[in-house]
Nanobody
Framework: QVQLVESGGGLVEAGGSLRLSCVAS????????MGWFRQTPGKERTFLAA????????TYADSVKGRFTISKDNAANTVYLQMNSLEPEDTAVYYC??????????????????WGQGTQVTVSS
């Protein structure tokens, strides 16, 4: 059973950068799609970025395209989200997601069935 653990969140000033990490355990890491989402209180989780088998099919939400970069290190069983030029509107809990039985890269929360616990990102103005 795949398990995901995120880290790297924190407090940063507007214009700053953070790199989130998501370590996966319990499965053949290179074989399934993974994504990043975020959520603010009272709202649904929104898609940020995803990549597929062997880091193919990289997809970004328009709101983060050019600022955020998703990547993976198969040797470390880790997916990263590099976030640059952060804005106060980026403040949220950030979640890593995986679809161990899937092939297709998804952009909806229900495209994924395995989630991490989330990591808080706060951007001050």
């Amino acid at each position: 059973q795949v398990q995901l653990v995120e880290s790297g969140g924190g407090l940063v000033e507007a214009g700053g950068s953070l790199r989130l990490s998501c370590v996966a355990s319990g499965g053949p890491f290179s074989n399934y799609p993974m994504g990043w989402f975020r959520q603010t209180p009272g709202k649904e989780r929104t898609f940020l970025a995803a990549l597929g088998w062997m880091a193919t099919g990289i997809t970004y939400a328009d709101s983060v395209k050019g600022r955020f970069t998703i990547s993976k290190d198969n040797a470390a069983n880790t997916v990263y989200l590099q976030m640059n030029s952060l804005e106060p509107e980026d403040t949220a809990v950030y979640y890593c997601a995986a679809k161990p039985s899937g092939i297709q890269v998804g952009i909806r929360a229900n495209d994924y069935d395995t989630w991490g616990q989330g990591t808080q990102v706060t951007v001050s103005s």
